[in-house]
């Protein structure tokens, strides 16, 4: 019987490091895939700012036209770019 219960709770390590491991590879996945979204956004604000003229004026408004809700109702505004030539050549 004892024998049972030390592979029961080996098990349950080995599950609980597997989820661990799943959430911390899952957490990295999602954050990369936003760095990466932002990055694109950066390079269409610039991108538009450069062919249409656009000042800095236009980031504060695009921040602001693209706040969402959560589905708790809680405002979530879009981030405030301060995009240089240098970050895009």
Partial sequence: MSSDLVFYGELLVEIKDRIRQGQTRATLSANAEMIAMYW?????????????????????????????????????????????????P
């Fill in 40 to 88: 694109d956004i950066g390079r269409m604000i610039h991108q538009r700012q450069k062919e249409k003229g656009w000042g800095a004026g236009v980031i504060p408004r695009l921040a602001c036209r693209s706040e969402k809700r959560t589905s708790r109702g809680q405002r979530v505004f879009g981030a405030k770019y301060r995009i240089h030539d240098s970050v895009f």
